[in-house]
C-alpha cells in the first residue's frame, strides 16, 4: 500500500483528514508511521506597510508553531523610523523564537516584556498583536498588548477584536487581552496597526474594512489597496502604517 492510499485509508478510518508525520523501523519487516490530523484549512496572508521618516517602525512576521498551528504577528514601536523598528522587530523575533522553542504563552509574554524593559536607559516599548489559528479545528485567537482593533469578515459583515492592555516594555507585568473567534472557509482576518486606525478613524473602521473586503479575491492586492486608501485619506498626517489582509481556505489533501 503506497503512502497516499494509507494515508486515504486511516482518513476514512478516523474520520478525518490525516497526513504522514514521521516514520521508524525497529527491525525485520516491521515500520511504524506517525499520522497527525491534517489542517482543515489554510491561511494566506498579503501584508502592506508605510514608513513615514523612510523606514517603518512597524515590522510582521508569519510562523508556524509545533503544534502545527499558524502565528500572524504585527508590532508597532514607540515612535518612528529605526529605533522603532529595532523595538517592533526585538519583541517579534524573540517571540518567534519563542514559540517555537515550544514555551507556554506566560513565560514568552514575559520574557518579551522583561528584554524591552532592560534594553537601554530610555523608555521602550512596542505594541504586540498576535493571531493564532488552529488550522484543525477552525478557531482563532487574538492576543493583544496595546495594538489596534482586528477584525473579521464574513459574509459582508465587519466584527471588531479590540483590547485594552498596556504594550510590551512599561511595567514589572503584564496581561495581554485574548478573544477566540470560529474561523472557516471565506472568512478574511484583518489586523492594523494605529496608523491605520487613525487614518481612516475608528468610528469608520468597520464599515471601511467590510467595504474594501466586499469584493476581495487576492490579499496582497487588497492589502495594498487599503493601505493606499489609509494613505489617501491621512491627506499628510501620516504616522507609520501596516495592514495585514488573511484569507481563510478549505484544505483539500491529498489521498
Not at 487613525?198 to 469584493?215: E, T, Y
Request: proline share 4%; with cysteine.
Amino acid at each position: 500500500l503506497c503512502l497516499r492510499g494509507m494515508a486515504g485509508a486511516v482518513s476514512r478510518g478516523m474520520g478525518m483528514p490525516m497526513r504522514p508525520d514521521s516514520a521508524r523501523c525497529p527491525g525485520g519487516d516491521r515500520c511504524e508511521r506517525l499520522f497527525r490530523a491534517a489542517p482543515a484549512y489554510d491561511v494566506v496572508t498579503g501584508v502592506a506597510a508605510f514608513g513615514r521618516d523612510g523606514v517603518c517602525g512597524d515590522n510582521h512576521a508569519f510562523f508556524t508553531l509545533p503544534n502545527g498551528s499558524c502565528m500572524i504577528a504585527v508590532s508597532d514601536g514607540m515612535g518612528c523610523g529605526a529605533q522603532a523598528s529595532a523595538m517592533s522587530e526585538s519583541a517579534l523575533t524573540l517571540a518567534e523564537q519563542l514559540y517555537q522553542a515550544g514555551f507556554d504563552d506566560g513565560y514568552i509574554f514575559s520574557t518579551v516584556n522583561q528584554v524591552l524593559r532592560t534594553r537601554t536607559d530610555q523608555e521602550t516599548f512596542a505594541t504586540l498583536d498576535l493571531c493564532r489559528i488552529d488550522q484543525v479545528q477552525g478557531e482563532a485567537e487574538f492576543i493583544k498588548f496595546g495594538a489596534a482593533a482586528s477584525y473579521l469578515y464574513r459574509e459582508g459583515r465587519a466584527d471588531m477584536i479590540a483590547g485594552s492592555a498596556l504594550p510590551v516594555g512599561i511595567l514589572d507585568a503584564v496581561s495581554p487581552v485574548m478573544n477566540r473567534r470560529s474561523v472557516s472557509e471565506g472568512d478574511y482576518l484583518v489586523m492594523v496597526t494605529d496608523g491605520i486606525e487613525d487614518a481612516v478613524g475608528l468610528n469608520r473602521m468597520r464599515a471601511w474594512v467590510a467595504q474594501h473586503l466586499r469584493q476581495a479575491h487576492n490579499p496582497q492586492q487588497t492589502a495594498e489597496a487599503m493601505l493606499a486608501d489609509a494613505l489617501h485619506r491621512a491627506e499628510g498626517r501620516v504616522d507609520d502604517m501596516t495592514v495585514l489582509v488573511s484569507r481563510v481556505l478549505h484544505n483539500r489533501p491529498e489521498g
